[in-house]
């Protein structure tokens, strides 16, 4: 098969690119080293907080912006009169945003402006020759793309994560996403059980397995596993567990006054754990740096001994991948998919949840112990070459595209012998 009889793929999702979502980039890289044309689309302006590396600032140069294209009158007007000449599908369309929309005149209002920023798509997607549209992350954008569906006929999927989209799936609609899309790609065996939750069985068979991946080759170099230094990425909010971690630095800098912890991200709970930080008296013991692009999280990974993540709440979290891949230990919590990454006490360890005492004394072991971080480190890395390689995982997903457009047969949950 040349790459000329690869369908075009348009790939969506509310912000793109962003660096918390590096893993979107990777898989949309991966696709197009697969031969697929991807043309990028945005609901929203990328805050130029997100645009940390040459790698970002290229993608968002590339990307369609549909609120921004949707805020020209003329443009809205021209592609809604487009679809209005086909009245029967038009009004089908505006009835399944009405259908679909929250509870309350909010969400009417929400889904009404979903529903205009799905014709401009649309007319772009048409315009652009996409065979077919991805989204991720299946809220308000996935909205969006099957609304844009409706209108056009251009068959899409999408990638669910969780965990939050599970915490209110009636208002998201997520049953009649997953109806309606040609497959949906969940992240885990946890994931696809949880809207099978909510989905009508027989929708099932279209829910396949497609891990996020990384690079392994950016994380070839092993670290000297002989230090103290920890290391969190991810956004500062709540569900990522920070207050617990700090509080974990608190029972062990008597006894290893010489710990260090880097938190690589930035968000909204910023300033009350820096606060938190300095009341603990952690100040000297704790940084936090922001946002880092890919080459500086590599760069972090290769300095760090031990790498911790104590959220609440996780689909199965990329970062895990990312220090797996650079053979760091890490220490992260019993949660959603997480143990179908992590195998505790051979490629990590797992807690519970908020369970601070727990951290430390999993901390504790891992820096007592460097052959075990070793071994963990070696472990980790194969398990991520093994399942977690983004351009298997890339591949896997291209065989789908290609099986639901009708170039070969439509395959299992996952690929075979995996």
């Known amino acids: 098969m040349t790459h000329s009889?690869?369908?075009?793929?348009?790939?969506?999702?509310?912000?793109?690119?962003?660096?918390?979502?590096?893993?979107?980039?990777?898989?949309?890289?991966?696709?197009?080293?697969?031969?697929?044309?991807?043309?990028?689309?945005?609901?929203?302006?990328?805050?130029?907080?997100?645009?940390?590396?040459?790698?970002?600032r290229d993608e968002h140069a590339r990307t369609f912006m549909v609120l921004n294209a949707a805020r020209n009158p003329l443009r809205l007007i021209a592609s809604h009169l487009r679809w209005m000449a086909r009245p029967g599908r038009?009004?089908?369309?505006?009835?399944?945003?009405?259908?679909?929309?929250?509870?309350?005149?909010?969400?009417?209002?929400?889904?009404?402006?979903?529903?205009?920023?799905a014709g401009v798509l649309a007319a772009h997607l048409r315009d652009q020759g996409i065979d077919h549209l991805h989204n991720h992350i299946a809220k308000a954008s996935c909205t969006v793309a099957m609304l844009a569906n409706a209108l056009s006929g251009i068959p899409y999927s999408f990638t669910i994560h969780g965990p939050d989209i599970f915490f209110e799936p009636h208002h998201w609609r997520i049953d009649e996403k997953a109806r309606r899309a040609t497959f949906v790609a969940c992240i885990s065996d946890f994931c696809r059980s949880q809207l099978m939750c909510f989905a009508d069985p027989a929708d099932w068979d279209r829910f396949h397995i497609v891990h996020c991946g990384i690079d392994p080759a950016r994380y070839a170099i092993p670290p000297a596993h002989d230090g103290k230094e920890l290391l969190f990425v991810g956004r500062l909010a709540g569900v990522k567990g920070v207050p617990v971690l700090l509080d974990a630095l608190t029972r062990l800098?008597?006894?290893?006054?010489?710990i260090r912890l880097t938190l690589i991200g930035d968000g909204p709970e910023r300033p009350v754990l820096e606060t938190k930080s300095r009341e603990l008296g952690l100040s000297d013991m704790v940084r936090f740096v922001g946002y880092?692009?890919?080459?500086?999280?590599?760069?972090?990974?290769g300095t760090s001994d031990v790498f911790v993540l104590p959220s609440f709440a996780e689909g199965v979290p990329v970062v895990l991948m990312e220090a797996m891949a650079a053979q760091v230990?890490?220490?992260?919590?019993?949660?959603?998919?997480?143990?179908?990454?992590?195998?505790?006490?051979?490629?990590?360890?797992l807690v519970p949840p908020g369970?601070?005492?727990?951290?430390?004394?999993?901390?504790?072991?891992?820096?007592?112990?460097?052959?075990?971080?070793?071994?963990?480190?070696?472990?980790?890395?194969?398990?991520?070459?093994?399942?977690?390689?983004?351009?298997?995982?890339?591949?896997?997903?291209?065989?789908?595209f290609m099986a639901y457009a009708g170039l070969c047969a439509v395959p299992g949950k996952r690929p075979e012998g995996d």
């Open 90 to 117: 038009y009004l089908k369309a505006l009835k399944l945003a009405w259908d679909t929309a929250p509870k309350g005149v909010r969400g009417r209002v929400y889904n009404l402006i979903y529903f205009l920023e």
């Open 329 to 349: 230990p890490v220490i992260t919590t019993r949660i959603a998919g997480v143990p179908e990454l992590v195998d505790h006490g051979a490629s990590g360890l």
């Open 5 to 56: 009889d690869l369908p075009k793929l348009a790939y969506l999702t509310g912000e793109y690119p962003r660096a918390s979502d590096t893993f979107i980039q990777r898989e949309v890289a991966a696709l197009r080293a697969c031969g697929h044309d991807v043309l990028t689309c945005s609901i929203r302006r990328t805050g130029p907080e997100h645009l940390v590396g040459p790698e970002q």
């Open 253 to 258: 800098k008597t006894g290893h006054p010489d």
């Open 355 to 400: 369970d601070a005492g727990a951290l430390s004394a999993s901390i504790e072991t891992a820096l007592a112990d460097p052959d075990l971080r070793k071994s963990m480190g070696a472990a980790g890395r194969e398990r991520v070459m093994d399942a977690f390689n983004i351009q298997s995982e890339a591949a896997w997903l291209s065989h789908l």
């Open 292 to 301: 880092k692009s890919q080459a500086e999280v590599a760069d972090a990974l």
